[in-house]
């Protein structure tokens, strides 16, 4: 796994170079872009709450770009998520892309790789849909849904329902983690666009472990649904 | 109409000089290279009031492209301009001389002058990569090219995004015979957007996020309101092709007010420009568009405006209230103002984002009263393409099949589409009777030349049945535009391409977005296509020999802007016959307008009078709509053919080869 490690740190050098020398357009038709956006950054609003985020990052053109995601928690040192994925997405549609590349769980341990092939667009009625299968080094299998829509309350201000749902095709002892659907997630994010680019918001998260995992993290004596107040920001550049 | 004088009235009159002399106390037509600053000079409230612009006149120019620090929002910003002038210097030529213009760029980039609508040797078109090769950073660039036209034109740089900051300037040339436009003072009114943002960032915003500058999109309350009105499964249903298309019926500018400060002359609208005149006077207004990415509508309230030419060319005139300007476009009104009196050049944007202003007054004191914007357009079905109303089952069965192209429609939908009409917000009535409006050419016609095939149909009007001509009946008679299926290529399905018109309907009759209930509302004459017919006769009376369909596409949500589903830079080159009469039918199969600028030789706009083709340089296609012009290629060489909007031109663009 090695090789998956090299090629993240190319990709992240490759996106840090091209936001350091700012990307001129000219009237090219197609120029190379790049796009660091700060999906979430957020906080618990109980004390004990943990900090969680979710960036993506691409470099590219209008057909072809190399893109970066990653998300986490933390909670503190012994209890994290980390994840990072670098992906090739390629335009197949009017609304849709197909990405394709690798994942590895970094947090919690031990470390999971997976290779990646998802879909990532703009579903009819607005909904914003990143989909896809993974695939682990030991034949695990994933899957992963997210759905998110924006409504307008007034211009600027803006109601971000989203929902999420995590699948296994085996379990995993070492994390506990049960074949079936694993998780669910939703939240509900009102934000303020002060810019289009920046933007605080508040929220509610919601998420429950189901099946084979609850009864894991039950067994673990862990609880099996969590929710919570936030308060965070967007942006991109 | 009385702005209009048989020739040989004129002929006396300018022989004598009186004309002239008129002319003289707004443009002296003064010496080669002497500069004039029109008209107010003497103002006591100069310094609240916009500047004019700077004229130059004569045969031998010296132009320099500089950066300059300008300030229109109250922030300094970085202009490229022409001369040290925002706008560039108003070029006055006279028809049948030959001009030289020398271009010196003082950019760190290269640089360009292209003539804008001027008829002249490719090589003097200054379109980098096709004319020339653009002017080095610290080179100057010899033009020189006879002058074989009259009226109002501009020009402008057709290098990288120069002309969003500022390289642009009017262009007045002088007819060598009199003038059939009779006027005792005139105003060259230049139209532009200014924003303090550099122009790279614009358009790498619209990639990242295509509805960036739109603060108009539909809200809950918008959702709410309808739903009180028109009950939930109404909305649900008018809602519902939007959604399942993904588009938003909201969609009207891709950069507006949010960021752009309209100017007029270089003002703007907080330090508004002044235009004078006498009361009795016959004033002409030639009107410029020279923005990146906006078009206006502009009107005078309380004054009627006389339009006499358009894109340069004499029209027959037409007298109306308001007019649509696309980007590139001029136009050229008489107004009478009767009373001492001070009105409002009003000119807003198409989505109401913002607008520019100018004091149009008998007397330096006055100043008029700015009126409220109109409503903001909402697209409705006719702009994607898709008119379910005075549509006949030929078009439809074409439509259907077309249709299916698009992805997500299904056919339940347009079934269905007729009854949600009734309950569609923001349809205006109007818009309906496009379909009907269109069809108006088709009174007094016979069924059984209805029979003969929905496109042909305003090109039945009042055709003689016995001519021979009516035996080919592939292509519609020169004047008349096209009878053609609309076929969409296998190019256009693509990532590229996020949409395709069905049922086209022409655009010629159609005022357009939110003005075609200004008629009903406010009682206001709006300009439309149908009503330009050219002054003069047709020169090339020849019926075109063929047809060349072009699709213009786009993806809104990607940004990406292409012709026939394939961009410029993997587009072949469109080859035209020295001397060929050709027809292009332009269909746009987006829900923007795109005003198409082909350069070298005219666009003839097929208005419905074979006899008076009016003459254009760009031609706006509405949204989901065709318009047909003839061309005669008649200009050997490489020419540049684009949407003029800055920031689509770099995707849809062909190069035009006449040999």
Not at chain 1, 162 to 185: P, Q, R, V
Not at chain 2, 640 to 653: I, R, S
Request: proline share 5%; glycine share 8%; with cysteine.
């Amino acid at each position: 796994m090695k090789n998956f490690n090299s090629l993240g740190f190319t990709l992240v050098m490759a996106t840090a170079f091209v936001m350091s020398s700012l990307s001129y357009a000219g009237a090219e038709d197609d120029p190379l872009l790049s796009y660091v956006a700060i999906d979430q950054l957020e906080k618990g609003l109980e004390s004990d709450d943990p900090i969680s985020f979710s960036f993506q990052a691409w470099v590219g053109y209008d057909m072809d770009k190399i893109w970066l995601k990653t998300s986490g928690e933390y909670q503190n040192s012994d209890d994290q998520d980390l994840e990072v994925q670098a992906l090739y997405s390629h335009a197949v549609a009017p609304y849709w892309d197909m990405q394709m590349g690798v994942r590895r769980d970094i947090k919690p341990s031990p470390s999971r790789d997976w290779l990646v092939l998802g879909f990532q667009g703009l579903a009819p009625y607005f909904f914003d849909i990143d989909g896809a299968f993974f695939v682990g080094e030991k034949g695990q299998t994933s899957i992963r849904l997210s759905i998110e829509q924006e409504w307008l309350i007034t211009q600027k201000l803006i109601l971000t329902p989203e929902f999420e749902m995590n699948a296994y095709g085996k379990s995993d002892d070492e994390l506990s983690m049960g074949a079936g659907l694993t998780d669910i997630n939703a939240g509900l994010r009102l934000k303020y666009e002060i810019t289009r680019k920046f933007a605080p918001y508040i929220g509610i998260d919601w998420s429950k472990k189901l099946g084979a995992t609850a009864d894991l993290a039950r067994d673990n004596g862990d609880s099996i649904s969590n929710s919570q107040f936030v308060i965070g920001v967007t942006a991109w550049f | 109409m009385t702005v209009f004088k048989p020739s040989h009235e004129e002929q006396n009159k300018s022989s004598s000089g009186t004309v002239l002399s008129r002319r003289q106390f707004v443009f002296g037509a003064s010496a080669m290279l002497a500069l004039t600053t029109i008209p107010f000079s003497k103002n006591a409230l100069a310094s609240a009031i916009g500047q004019s612009l700077t004229q130059l006149s004569g045969k031998v120019f010296d132009l320099s492209i500089d950066y300059k620090t300008v300030n229109f929002t109250g922030t300094p910003a970085r202009a490229t301009v022409i001369n040290q002038l925002f706008p560039g210097p108003l070029l006055r030529w006279k028809e049948g001389e030959t001009v030289t213009l020398r271009v010196k760029n003082n950019l760190d980039h290269d640089s360009s002058l292209h003539w804008h609508g001027m008829i002249l040797p490719t090589e003097m078109d200054g379109v980098p990569g096709l004319s020339f090769a653009g002017i080095k950073p610290g080179e100057t660039f010899e033009y020189k090219f006879p002058v074989k036209q009259s009226g109002t034109y501009w020009y402008h740089s057709h290098s990288g995004f120069q002309e969003q900051t500022g390289v642009y300037g009017a262009i007045v040339i002088d007819p060598k015979e009199a003038d059939p436009v009779v006027f005792d003072r005139e105003h060259v009114i230049m139209l532009s957007d200014w924003s303090d943002e550099a122009p790279e960032t614009i358009y790498a915003n619209l990639k990242k996020q295509s509805d960036y500058y739109n603060y108009s999109e539909r809200t809950m309350s918008d959702l709410f309101s309808d739903i009180k009105k028109q009950g939930l499964v109404n909305t649900w249903r008018a809602r519902s092709m939007w959604n399942q298309e993904r588009m938003s019926d909201r969609d009207i500018s891709d950069v507006t007010g949010a960021t752009y400060t309209y100017l007029m002359n270089g003002n703007p609208p907080a330090q508004p420009w002044q235009a004078l005149f006498k009361q009795g006077e016959k004033v002409r207004l030639r009107f410029i568009n020279s923005s990146a990415m906006t078009i206006f509508d502009v009107r005078i309230p309380g004054l009627k405006m006389t339009v006499v030419a358009s894109d340069g060319q004499n029209v027959q005139p037409v007298t109306i209230d308001e007019f649509r300007i696309g980007v590139a476009e001029t136009y050229d009104v008489i107004v009478e103002p009767k009373m001492e009196d001070a009105y409002c050049i009003f000119v807003q944007s198409i989505d109401r984002s913002g607008y520019t202003v100018g004091n149009f007054t008998s007397d330096e004191m006055f100043t008029a009263k700015i009126p409220d914007m109109d409503p903001m357009p909402i697209l409705g079905h006719g702009d994607m393409g898709m008119n379910m109303e005075g549509m006949d089952h030929s078009k439809m069965a074409m439509g259907s099949d077309s249709m299916s192209g698009m992805e997500g429609m299904d056919h339940s939908k347009m079934a269905m589409g007729s009854d949600s009409m009734s309950g569609m917000e923001g349809m205006d009535h109007s818009k309906m009777a496009m379909g009907s409006g269109s069809m108006a050419g088709m009174e007094g016609m016979d069924h059984s030349k209805m029979a003969m095939g929905s496109g042909s149909m305003t090109g039945m009007e009042g055709m003689d049945l016995s001519q021979p001509s009516m035996v080919m009946p592939t292509l519609g008679l020169a004047g008349y535009g096209s009878d053609n299926e609309i076929k969409h290529l296998d190019s256009e399905n693509g990532p590229q391409v996020d949409m395709q018109s069905g049922m086209p309907q022409s655009g010629l009759n159609d005022p357009g977005i939110g003005l075609r209930d200004h008629q009903a509302n406010y009682n206001r004459k709006v300009l439309t296509y149908a009503d330009l017919k050219g002054l003069h006769p047709t020169h090339d009376k020849r019926q075109p020999t063929r047809e060349i369909q072009l699709h213009l596409t786009g993806n809104m949500n990607r940004y990406m802007w292409s012709i026939n589903g394939i961009n410029f830079a993997d587009s072949a080159p469109l080859e035209l016959a020295y001397n060929e009469r050709v027809r292009i039918t332009l269909v746009n199969d987006t829900m923007m307008i795109h005003p198409m600028h082909l350069h070298g030789v005219w666009s003839e706009l097929e208005t419905g009078d074979p006899d008076y083709i009016p003459r254009k340089h760009t031609v706006m296609v509405q949204p989901g709509s065709k318009i047909s012009y003839l061309v005669t290629a008649d200009a050997l060489g490489q020419w540049a053919y684009h949407c003029h909007l800055l920031y689509h031109m770099p995707g849809m663009f062909r190069k035009v080869v006449i040999k």
